[in-house]
């Protein structure tokens, strides 16, 4: 007998067709000589509803086994329904109960909970109907994702985890070590001696697998990683990770022009594939968390984004009429507050931002050469600020050099980067695209650790 997954069924199945499901039960009703059961296996926000009969043998026995979160099989044939609801529905001939769920103790009920408390059964919130949304909307945005730079021809690349540098040079690093630093006896300001250490030089959790991604585009050309980068940045916002995933192209041959033009692509691919492949969980969105998702998503989809620069933003800044909380001044960084007002307000599109100063940005991006502003770009999407972080990279040996040393950097740590300057240097660029907060903008969640199944912040590491 077809073993069959749920969502698959409820769009093609047919009555008479004979087979078999597995999975959880959300709810069970009982009546006069039946009983329903909602099934739910994951594939779909809907559930399949299984009838059974009280002729089934053991009926009573199973009944009560048949509790919210018990795991379940059933085999029968579909019928179509009679009941509003569903058009289809599953007659049990038999019912096999895996495992109980003790209704008395099992922390989800019928009733809707908060998302903070979901957050404290982060092993099991998966099971309701938000969060099933919501990584299933993950999963499509991760295969959106692939398609988009497979179709164009790109490598994906795997870069490291633990690497040598801070790709950023914003200090935020974990440490990796072998040696057991609580443990080694030595004064409160005296160095660790990393030469008994497993790499014999301090290493950290990446922060951007740009700088190999670099490595690897002056061999390919065009190059794409998709992985997990970390901060310890103690940021404890609803838009900040200390472990999130990052999509990173990078691309030879390439200015700041063609960036910003795969950069909007992209986006629009991914809302778009999205959409198409995921029509019932998006309306679940736009229902119950942000009644503004579709017409985000259609907004993504039709227009083109704003471009200004940098300086233009500012000047707008200074001009709005809203008290901000963060001073705004040409210098400063924009913070989040900025930036959601440009997209949200000003825009109510996203907006890329061009040529920041210098000196709020990382070394590798390249010198304008009114020597202040830089060739970097930063998506800024409403209700989200920053999505997407990107530049051209600095392919000029002498001026990367003297950037390197502006910044406090050591030329001799970075010295096969510096490499890719001495031997074919072309003039290249890419982004990075911050995963959870796409899949925040695509859902509508308020909080970043509700768009990833196993939030890593501050203070918080359960697992
Ligand atoms: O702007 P960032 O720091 O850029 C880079 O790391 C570049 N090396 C990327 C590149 O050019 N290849 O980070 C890129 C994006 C941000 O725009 C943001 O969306 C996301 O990563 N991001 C975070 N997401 C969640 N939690 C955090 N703590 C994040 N920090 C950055
Ligand atoms: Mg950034």
């Known amino acids: 007998m077809a073993n069959r997954r749920i969502a698959e069924i409820l769009r093609s199945g047919q009555p008479d067709d004979s087979l078999q499901v597995q999975g959880w039960v959300r709810t069970k009703r009982e009546s006069k000589g039946f009983a329903f059961i909602e099934v739910n296996d994951g594939s779909s926000l809907a559930n399949l509803q299984v009838v059974i009969n009280q002729d089934l043998p053991d009926y009573e026995a199973i009944l009560k086994k048949l509790n919210t979160g018990a795991a379940v099989e059933a085999t029968g044939v579909l019928v179509a329904s009679l009941g509003k609801g569903q058009r289809i529905e599953l007659k ?35 099971r309701t109907n938000s969060f099933g949304a919501v990584f299933r909307v993950r999963n499509a945005c991760s295969t959106a994702i692939h398609q988009f730079f497979q179709e164009r021809g790109f490598l994906w690349v795997h870069t490291p985890i633990i690497t040598a540098s801070d790709c950023e040079g914003a200090g935020e690093l974990f440490s990796v070590t072998s040696l057991d630093l609580k ?152 913070q989040s507050e900025h930036e959601r007002y440009l997209a949200e307000q000003l825009f109510k599109k996203p907006a890329i931002v061009t040529d920041y100063p210098a000196q709020i940005k990382a070394f590798y991006m390249r010198l304008n050469d009114d020597e202040k502003t830089v060739r970097a770009m930063d998506i800024l999407a409403p209700k989200i600020g920053e999505i997407v972080g990107g530049s051209q990279r600095e392919e000029r040996l002498e001026v990367l050099e003297r950037r390197v040393l502006a910044q406090g950097l050591k030329p001799e740590d970075l010295w096969w980067y510096l490499d890719l300057r001495r031997y074919g240097t072309v003039p290249h660029a890419g982004f990075g695209l911050g995963f959870e907060r796409l899949v925040q903008f695509m859902t509508g969640m308020g909080n970043i650790r509700d768009v990833i199944p196993f939030p890593r912040t501050p203070q918080s590491a359960e697992f």
């Open 92 to 126: 049990a001939e038999t019912v096999k109960v895996y495992g109980e769920a003790d209704p008395d103790t099992y922390p989800l009920q019928k009733k809707r909970h908060s998302f903070e408390f979901l957050r404290t059964i982060g092993h099991l919130r998966s």
């Open 183 to 334: 443990n080694i006896p030595r004064t409160e300001n005296q160095a660790v001696d990393y030469s008994q250490d497993f790499f014999a030089k301090p290493t950290y959790l990446t922060v951007s697998g740009q700088l190999e991604a670099e490595v690897m585009a002056m061999a390919f050309s065009n190059v794409y990683t998709f992985g997990p980068t970390f901060r310890a940045e103690n940021s404890n916002t609803s838009r900040h990770l200390a472990e999130f995933w990052m999509v990173e192209p990078e691309m030879a041959f390439c200015d700041l022009e063609g960036d910003m033009d795969l950069a909007e692509a992209f986006l629009k691919h991914i809302f778009k594939y999205v959409l198409e492949t995921c029509p019932e969980d998006m309306e679940f969105f736009n229902e119950r968390i942000d009644k503004s998702v579709l017409a985000t998503a259609e907004n993504i989809i039709n227009n083109q984004f704003e471009r200004l620069t940098y300086t233009e933003a500012i000047k707008l800044l200074e001009k709005a009429d809203v008290k901000f909380e963060y001073p705004v001044s040409w210098g400063l960084d924009l």
